[in-house]
T-cell receptor, first 114, second 112 residues
């Protein structure tokens, strides 16, 4: 299995809702990432997990809460989002030993906050 | 913080013409990677360069890493319509921080 699976593919949520994005990989990768991508912009790093521990938080607002329940799963819990949080949320994974390797990205969750 | 810029932002070519995108980092990189994102798709890993002055080829694509490890380029020979998409470079700094910073991207349009 050489894929990263993200669900849901599309999500519309109100500013008072609570929702979660899910990401799963079975490649044995121990580094997992959340990126946010706005239209016609590059992916922006949000969080990095290494061996199920949060290693990087790029000063992301607390309305985004990541969770890594095990080595294959990564969640992003959303609460009280703003319309400007609408974007494509990308999960990625990579090997986490030795030199950095290429990322495998999921197909993303396209989030619209209304 | 580390910044990675790419030029041009956008290029429109006729099928069969060559294409080059350039990537420049504000800091020295330990490695640089290249990704392609098709319209409506997600980034797909193309290649990683690690050594100073490294050149790698994948069919019609040629990737270079600068001697100072602060810049890189991607050259496509004889573009095809399947090359359409946005090409991102992404660099890892040399501080040991295990995360990539993506360049601003170059969007390639190929006219048949």
């Amino acid at each position: 299995d050489t894929e990263v699976t993200q669900t849901p593919k599309h999500l519309v949520m109100g500013m008072t809702n609570k929702k979660s994005l899910k990401c799963e990989q079975h490649m044995g990768h121990r580094a997992m990432y959340w990126y946010k991508q706005k239209a016609k912009k590059p992916p922006e790093l949000m969080f990095v997990y290494s061996y199920e521990k949060l290693s990087i938080n790029e000063s992301v607002p607390s309305r985004f809460s990541p969770e890594c329940p095990n080595s294959s799963l990564l969640n992003l819990h959303l609460h009280a989002l703003q319309p400007e949080d609408s974007a494509l949320y990308l999960c990625a994974s990579s090997l986490d030993r030795g030199p950095m390797r290429g990322y495998t990205f999921g197909s993303g969750t396209r989030l619209t906050v209304v | 913080g580390q910044q990675v810029m790419q030029i041009p932002q956008y290029q429109h070519v006729q099928e069969g013409e060559d294409f080059t995108t350039y990537c420049n980092s504000s800091t020295t990189l330990s490695n640089i990677q290249w990704y392609k994102q098709r319209p409506g798709g997600h980034p797909v890993f193309l290649i990683q360069l690690v050594k100073s002055g490294e050149v790698k080829k994948q069919k019609r694509l040629t990737f270079q890493f600068g001697e100072a490890k602060k810049n890189s380029s991607l050259h496509i020979t004889a573009t095809q319509t399947t090359d359409v998409g946005t090409y991102f470079c992404a660099g890892q700094g040399d501080t040991g921080r295990r995360a990539l910073t993506f360049g601003s991207g170059t969007r390639l349009q190929v006219q048949p």
